[in-house]
Nanobody, 122 residues
């Protein structure tokens, strides 16, 4: 049973930084992928970033490239999303996501966290 638990959301001023964490209680293996999606009010959920468990290959949405960094701690079964130079347009509920195959991204994967709110004030 895969359970994803997110932490780290909150309120930050524009230009600031936040780091989200997501711990996976399930088993991970080489081709496994974990990622982040977000959903802003009135908008569809969109892909943000993903990482392959083995080797650490990453992918990003164009809107966050060069500002956000996804990483993982294999020993802790945890993935992180470091978000820098935040803007009000980054305000959304951020969801952790996991899928047996990293190659699935940027499509939505099978398993979801509960979501964490990120609010960026101007």
């Amino acid at each position: 049973q895969v359970q994803l638990v997110e932490t780290g959301g909150g309120l930050v001023q524009a230009g600031g930084s936040l780091r989200l964490s997501c711990t996976n209680s399930g088993r991970t293996f080489g081709s496994y992928g974990m990622g982040w999606f977000r959903q802003a009010p009135g908008k569809e959920r969109e892909f943000v970033a993903a990482i392959m468990w083995s080797g650490g290959r990453t992918s990003y949405a164009d809107s966050v490239k060069d500002r956000f960094t996804i990483s993982r701690d294999i020993a802790k079964n945890t993935v992180y999303l470091q978000m820098n130079i935040l803007t009000p347009e980054d305000t959304a509920v951020y969801y952790c996501n996991a899928h047996p195959y990293y190659i699935n991204y940027p499509r939505e994967g099978l398993f979801w966290g509960q979501g964490t709110q990120v609010t960026v004030s101007s």
